[in-house]
Every structure is written in C-alpha cells, then in structure tokens.
C-alpha cells in the first residue's frame, strides 16, 4: 500500500507555470533621410543617433514672423534654436546646443567667414581652465580637422563690430546635446545640419543671438 501511495503521489498534477510575458521591443524610430550617413565627406559622418533627438529638433521649415531681413540667423537661445529667416514669414529651423551657465553669449554681429573641417583652437582663457589642452593652443597648431574635432564638419565665426568674439556656429556627432546648454558658450548643431546651413549662407550674413538670462555671462 505504502508503494502504491507513492506512486500515485508521483501522478499528481503539477500547477501550470504561468508564462513569461516578454514585452515587444519599441520599434525603431524611422530616421528622416537629411540625417542619414554622409559617407562623401573628407572625414564620412555617421548617421545621426534618432533615438538621442527630439522631433522638435529636427531641421524644418517653420512659420516665424520677423522684422529681421531674410537672410538673417537668429539664434532663440532659450528655445534652444537657429533660425534663418526667409520670405513670407518663414524659416529654416534647426535645433542647438548652446553655451552652458556663464559661458553663453548675445548680441548682434556678422559671420565674417566660414570654414569645412576646420582646426579648432582653445582660446587662452578655456587653456587656463582645461590645462590638458595645451596642446592644441595656437603656438601648437590647434586640433587637427576630424570627427572627434569640436567645431566637426564645419564652423561659422562670429565677429561683432571687425573683431573676432570667439564664439562660432559648429557641428557636432552629439545628438544628445541638441536641445541643451553644454558648450563653452558656441551654438552648436548636427554635422548634417551645419552643412546644410553652411551651404545656405554667405560670409557676411547677418546673426542675432536672442540671450538667456539663466545662462548669460555676468556683466
């Protein structure tokens, strides 16, 4: 009998495990083709990491009512913006990464020139600050042109009234940036994005660039 009991015993059903429920994977964000590779480059720019911006950051065309003159680059600092006023009251929108707290700067000026792939060279000031940087001060050449190079694919210089402020309008690989206040006080945007813009303004061109009072150098 005591062999038999067990037996039965070992019969007894057993409670269904309950299933393992594995969420499906969110899909992938579709990647808007001006944010593709760029594999023509001299130095070929990756595609933009999608998932790292905003849809509100992507370039677009915008209504945007200005009395400023089209042609002009107004950079909405706060918002965290560049726009290039066209006609009708429209504009080139694109989104940037502005100077963090104390390094941002405002005002009126022109870019006097522009470069592709150009040399970055710390100011004095930033040296002073990041003493790793020496090497790449203007005794020493700079920081040769690349991808891991700050200005990226290309840059804009501002001059405000024939002298240089040393502030530019640069790319960058760093999609988590867009949207935030994290450079040393430069407007940084896409590498697909700078070379847009680089190819819709001439030396010249006038910028305005809107402050942020959260982020603004001291008087």
């Not at 760029?38 to 933009?48: A, K, Y």
């Not at 999609?175 to 010249?204: E, F, H, K, M, T």
């Amino acid at each position: 009998m005591g062999v038999a009991t067990l037996a039965l015993s070992g019969c007894v059903a057993t409670q269904e495990p309950a299933p393992i429920i594995v969420p499906e994977p969110e899909p992938e964000p579709i990647r808007p083709a001006m944010y593709r590779a760029m594999p023509n480059e001299r130095f070929p720019v990756p595609p933009v990491n999608i998932k790292r911006l905003e849809p509100r950051l992507w370039r677009q065309v915008v209504d945007y009512p200005t009395q400023e003159r089209a042609g002009t680059l107004i950079v909405d600092t706060p918002a965290k913006y560049l726009y290039l006023v066209r006609e009708g009251g429209k504009a080139m929108r694109y989104g940037i990464g502005v100077g963090r707290d104390g390094f941002s700067w405002s005002g009126r000026a022109v870019i006097a020139y522009k470069r592709k792939w150009p040399t970055w060279t710390p100011p004095a000031e930033m040296i002073e600050r990041q003493p790793e940087l020496a090497p790449y001060s203007a005794v020493n050449g700079g920081m040769p042109p690349g991808l891991d190079n700050p200005l990226g694919a290309r840059a804009l210089y501002i001059f405000q009234d024939g002298r240089d402020t040393l502030y530019r309008v640069h790319g960058t690989n760093e999609a988590w940036s867009i949207g935030r206040a994290v450079s040393s006080g430069c407007i940084r945007l896409l590498n697909q994005d700078v070379v847009d813009l680089y190819g819709r303004v001439p030396d010249g061109t006038p910028i305005v660039v809107i402050p942020d009072p959260s982020t603004a150098i001291p008087a």
